[in-house]
């Protein structure tokens, strides 16, 4: 296979991704669709700079060289937009800085000083700081993202941006005459500058499909396990950890205690001020409690007005201190809505774990049952069952 050939082939895989991905955008959720946007229009540049180059014998040199440089650097560039879209960044300024100087330094290297190794050495290093600032928003992304695919992709990225190094030195070292052409057979580098131009395009397009893959599953299973209101573990995950939690300290003799807290006349506030005030009130008094855990402690709301807290090595005396400190926590910080001070108080039921709970459900129920026994006794209190 000659390079014009590869070329060929490679801006048909590069245009065949290109449009899988198109086909693919509507399906995508909304925060994920500029940023594939701007992968696609990448992809689609890359492979309309690389068809370009095949057909360079057939069209004046200075325009091939200059266009298609300009297409594969703007979508470089594409790549970059993308990734700073997908991890929710601001695109450093001079975005187009790179791709605008390699193609001035092409131009001007081809139609009034023609030099084969300055534009190498030029388009080189616009490559070269492109991948480079793609690499470090994926490095950078690691602590929000550690899937493989991002590691995949920061891989590609890094392997192309060594590739492209030992391209430089290769040309450089080859002392190159003003009649030399990528697009033609005199080296074996000619042959595989298609197929690095197609890793990004074709396995790299691969691995991001991969990054919103991971992203919208990680949604799913964050949506299935938090409360949509207060951002707080939901029903569903305070009864997978307060179970785990309850089989460890039984297995290991360590104490445990639980606490149910419900919002004092939470029904008033929603019929004298609207549901949406009352919508901040839950988020406000789950601010407060999860402000006030002690470490290792977890705050979740089931469901209407009411939390349950799990509190770790925690026996009588310490479960109803911390019970203590999360009722003042919040009684002493009324939100505010507007000019509208609105105080709120709650109740707190706590059980610890004795010999006779058969699983957590059992110690809930006392919990639940120390709660009413709060609420009777003129809410705005802490009692501990029996």
């Known amino acids: ?77 594409a790549y970059y937009r993308a990734l700073c879209a997908f991890y929710e960044r601001a695109p450093r300024a001079l975005l187009w800085l790179p791709a605008a100087l390699g193609t001035l330094g092409v131009f001007w290297f081809s139609a009034f000083q023609p030099d084969t190794e300055s534009r190498i050495v030029i388009i080189s290093a616009a490559w070269l700081a492109l991948m480079g600032k793609s690499a470090l928003i994926l490095w950078q992304g690691a602590g929000r993202d550690d899937a493989l695919s991002r590691r995949m992709l920061l891989g590609i990225f890094v392997g192309v941006f060594l590739f492209t190094t030992l391209r430089l030195v290769h040309y450089v070292t080859l002392r190159i005459g003003p009649d030399f052409s990528i697009a033609d057979n005199a080296s074996w580098m000619n042959l595989a500058t298609p197929m690095l131009a197609a890793t990004l395009p074709v396995i790299g397009t691969t691995a991001f499909l991969l990054m919103c893959s991971d992203r919208i599953r990680r949604q799913w299973e964050r949506a299935a396990s938090t ?50 005030v009352g ?29 349950v807290v799990l509190l770790e090595g925690a026996g009588s005396v310490e479960a109803e201190a911390a019970a203590e400190r999360l009722r003042a926590a919040v009684r002493l910080d009324p939100f505010a809505v507007g000019a509208l001070s609105v105080p709120v108080t709650v109740s707190v039921g706590v059980a610890v774990c004795r010999t006779q709970d058969a699983d957590f459900n059992a110690l809930l129920r006392r919990a639940d049952e120390a709660l009413y026994a709060a609420k009777a006794s003129g809410r705005n209190q802490v009692k501990l069952a029996a």
């Open 279 to 307: 919508d901040i009130a839950l988020r406000h008094v789950g601010r407060r409690l999860k402000a006030a855990l002690r470490d290792g402690d977890l705050v979740a709301r089931t469901g209407g007005e009411e939390f």
């Open 227 to 276: 409360d949509y209101l207060t951002g707080l573990p939901n029903r569903r995950t305070l009864s997978e950890a307060g179970a785990q939690r309850f089989k460890t300290a039984r297995a290991r003799r360590e104490e445990f205690a639980i606490a149910v807290i419900d919002i004092d006349r939470f029904k008033a506030v929603n019929d004298q001020h609207g549901h949406e």
């Open 1 to 77: 296979m000659d390079s014009s050939t590869a070329f060929i082939a490679a801006s048909l895989m590069m245009l065949a991704n290109g449009t899988v991905l198109g086909f693919m955008h509507g399906d995508l959720p909304v925060t994920l669709r500029p940023a594939a946007r701007n992968w696609q229009s990448g992809t689609l540049l890359v492979a309309c700079g690389c068809s370009l180059f095949a057909v360079q014998p057939l069209l004046p040199l200075t325009l091939t060289v200059t266009l298609s440089n300009a297409l594969i650097l703007l979508g470089l560039t």
